[in-house]
């Protein structure tokens, strides 16, 4: 009997949560510090559609990393100093891009109101606004660290835009725009009047990772940062699965130093936005976003360490 019980089980796991991490439907009174929430909502794409499967396709793909315990380089298990839960995806009623706005909302000001932290998985880049609506509720104006082709502050964009976010993220004052800063830019805006600090993937790609984060770090200092991270802002050839690719964007290899540089800061939440499987190459984009969400979750865990 007991050697029955001991034995491994022969089936292997079904359900893909975010790196095999506990599923919860319960987030806010679960014993999680970190939710991750799938977000499926590609209602406010202006291009190729599709990032509605992303959130999917990282849990699946970030089974690849579930296996290592001590991870490299960080050496020590995540699960030993972070306890992390995965609620599934936010649920809304499909063609009505309102109701996504007002779940995420909600959700986002629930688990911030419980002393959780998030790590969102897009969907398209909207979603980054009503969940940085909820956090700048809960924090005051917040530092955005934005890496992106695109500086998605369009002003003359829909009402449910993913280009759009960061003009109405400033008219409505949710970041602290001086201490705010964006990477890999690479698309025209306007920069007569542009209140972010641009970091161009040209002037990233020259001058490399270090360099990077050092700016983000004299930038964003102590304050509390909102780290919006849209996969475009890698180049096609690390992330081809996307939206709206634009080549000469940065390597992987740049974005995680770029991640693993905000430890000591105080990186409060993450989103990680635009991966559209349907133009993926053997999971090459999944992957690279999966490794990026784990990365932010190590740096919450080296910061309580
Ligand atoms: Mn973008």
Known sequence: MSQQQDAPSIYATLASTFMQFPATDDPVSSD????????????????????RLGPNAIRLASANL???????????????????????????????PQSLVDNLE?????????????????????????????????FGPLALIHVDAHTDTYSGGTRYDHGSMFHHAVQEGLVDTDRSIQVGIRTTYDRDDHPFEVLDAAWVNEHGPAAVVERIRARVGEAPAYLS????????????????????????????????????????????????????????????????????LYVLAANKR
């Not at 999680?32 to 794409?45: H, I, R």
């Not at 349907?278 to 999944?286: F, N």
């Open 66 to 96: 579930a296996w290592e315990g001590e991870r490299w380089p960080w050496g020590f298990a995540l699960d030993e100093a972070l306890k992390v839960a995965d609620c599934g995806n936010l649920g809304f009623r499909y063609g009505e």
């Open 229 to 296: 991270f849209d996969i475009d802002g890698l180049d096609p050839a690390y992330a081809p699965g996307t939206g709206t690719p634009v080549s000469g964007g940065l390597t992987s290899d740049c974005a995680l130093k770029l991640i693993r540089g905000l430890q000591g800061l105080d990186p409060v939440a993450m989103d990680l936005v635009e991966v559209s499987p349907a133009y993926d190459h053997a999971e090459v984009t999944s992957l690279t976003a999966a490794t990026l969400a784990l990365e932010y």
């Open 32 to 51: 999680a510090e970190v939710v991750v929430t799938g977000v499926p909502f590609d209602l406010a794409c202006s291009g190729r559609s599709g990032t």
């Open 106 to 138: 909600t959700h986002v000001e629930r688990l911030l109101g419980a002393g959780k932290r998030l790590l969102n998985l897009g969907g398209d880049h909207f979603i980054t606004l009503p969940s940085l609506r909820a956090h700048a509720r809960h």
